[in-house]
């Protein structure tokens, strides 16, 4: 689910069940998110003369192009790739929780 270097996934735990010492607690929702941005003003300026746009780093470059700011990729950021909510959880609204 995440095999990219810029990938993180955080996990939502249900802390109120009893476990054992010796299993798991349950998961309620996962979000994927992946770090984008910190991209150098040389690397931003060659790529949109040349009409290219490097894989990755969506969020910074799709900015740079559209609004032809050369300083916005050097900005860092956060992107939610995904967000999964165990079935069960989906009805109580977790999700909200978990998005904000």
Do not use: Y
């Amino acid at each position: 689910m995440s095999d990219a270097p810029g990938h993180m996934l955080f996990v939502l735990l249900d802390a109120n069940a009893g476990h054992s010492a010796d299993q798991l607690p349950d998961i309620i929702a996962v979000v994927q998110v992946c770090l984008e941005g910190h991209l150098s003003k040389q690397t931003v300026i060659q790529n949109l003369n040349e009409g290219r746009r490097a894989a990755g780093d969506l969020i910074p470059w799709t900015i740079s192009q559209q609004f032809q700011d050369r300083d916005f990729a050097a900005l860092s950021g956060a992107r939610v790739v995904r967000i999964a909510v165990h079935p069960d959880a989906q009805k109580c609204w977790i999700w909200v929780k978990v998005a904000w």
